[in-house]
Every structure is written in C-alpha cells, then in structure tokens.
T-cell receptor, first 107, second 114 residues
Framework: GQNIDQPTEMTATEGAIVQINCTYQTSGFNGLFWYQQHAGEAPTFLSYNVLDGLEEKGRFSSFLSRSKGYSYLLLKELQMKDSASYLCAVRDRGLSFGAGTTVTVRA | DSGVTQTPKHLITATGQRVTLRCSPRSGDLSVYWYQQSLDQGLQFLIQYYNGEERAKGNILERFSAQQFPDLHSELNLSSLELGDSALYFC?????????????FGPGTRLTVT
C-alpha cells in the first residue's frame, strides 16, 4: 500500500519562507512530485525529484532523500497568491497523493 | 491552460444512474490518467491508459470503467451511482517519453449525485 504523510495546514507571512515536509512509505518508487492546487481548480506541476538532492526552480525548491523516504518543498519570498494546497505525490504506476498541506499566506 | 480538456464541467444526477465523463489529452500525449477527488479522501488514482491499452489500475470500483479510443481521448463510465460518488473527477495526460513524466491535469468534472 501507499502511505504519504504531510502536515494538514501551515501559515506564514508574506515574504517569508515555508518548508512543507512529506514522508512516504510506498510499494514502488519512480519519482516524487509536488503539485499546487487552488481550491476547486486542477493541480499544477511544481517539481519532480527522482534522485537524492535539491532541485531549485525559482522561488520553489524540492529536496528528496530516498533512503529516508522524505521530501520537502521550500517556498521562498512568499506571495499572497501562494495560498493554496500543496500535494506531495509518489509515482508508482499512477500517482499516489498525500492529503495535501493548506498554506495560508498572511500580509 | 494545461491543454487537457474535460467535459462536462458539472454534472448532477440521481442515485442509480450512469454517467460518462470525457477527456481529451494534450496533443501528442499518449497516456491518460483518471483521478477522483472527494473532500474526505483526497486525490485518488483510478486508472491509466497508454495508447489505447489499460496500463495501471488504482482504487477504481467495479462500477466504474474507462477506455481510451484510437484518437486518444478517454471516457470514464460511472454506473449505479451512489451519493458517495459525488466528487471532482480529474483527467491528466503525459508524454511517457519525457523523463519527468509530468502529468498535466484537466479542469475536472464536478459530479453531484443526489
């Protein structure tokens, strides 16, 4: 089975940094994805890690440690529009998603 | 706009009925995935098709079925509908030749079963 855990909610101030952790125990592993989803909208791709280490993409970075079954998404210079749900997903055959972390950015 | 289209946007139907959701993948994408997102279950993988063939199955109920046609569009059929089937149904597509296998999600179909 798949077990993917991430915090339910996080709150941060505009301009700050937030780190969303994700731990996983899955039967297979072919990469870890982070998606952003605004309420009622489709998930949109943020990042992909298949090897250990840090992937940086503008204000967003994602880290993976396969031996620890651990990833994090780092959001820097937070903007109000970053208020959304962030989904950690492990690719086996389809994508197995965590329940999502709702990030609220306050002025 | 991801390039993935889904119809209809909204669907309201009664228990026991059958509905068909339609998805057109991005141009050139051979893989289509179906997901169900409900408030209490999060985003759940249902099934994947690749170039017309079923490739992987997730948490798809026996009352649900899908197919991918030669033009690569896909349909998800939901039958004997129950109140608990009310959810957002997303279709996603990917180009399986790309290393990242990024999936592009359509806007979803919101199904309400009354």
């Amino acid at each position: 089975g798949q077990n993917i855990d991430q915090p339910t909610e996080m709150t941060a101030t505009e301009g700050a940094i937030v780190q969303i952790n994700c731990t996983y125990q899955t039967s297979g592993f072919n990469g870890l994805f982070w998606y952003q989803q605004h309420a009622g909208e489709a998930p949109t791709f943020l990042s992909y890690n298949v090897l250990d280490g840090l992937e940086e993409k503008g204000r967003f970075s994602s880290f993976l440690s396969r031996s620890k079954g651990y990833s994090y998404l780092l959001l820097k210079e937070l903007q109000m529009k970053d208020s959304a749900s962030y989904l950690c997903a492990v690719r086996d055959r389809g994508l197995s998603f965590g329940a999502g972390t709702t990030v609220t950015v306050r002025a | 706009d991801s390039g993935v289209t889904q119809t209809p946007k909204h669907l309201i139907t009664a228990t026991g009925q059958r509905v068909t959701l339609r998805c057109s993948p991005r141009s050139g994408d051979l893989s289509v995935y179906w997901y169900q997102q409900s408030l209490d279950q999060g985003l759940q993988f249902l099934i994947q098709y690749y170039n017309g063939e079923e490739r992987a199955k997730g948490n798809i109920l026996e009352r649900f079925s899908a197919q991918q046609f030669p033009d690569l569009h896909s349909e998800l059929n939901l039958s004997s509908l129950e109140l608990g089937d009310s959810a957002l149904y997303f279709c996603a597509s990917s180009d399986r030749d790309r290393e990242t296998y990024e999936q592009y999600f359509g806007p979803g179909t919101r199904l309400t079963v009354t």
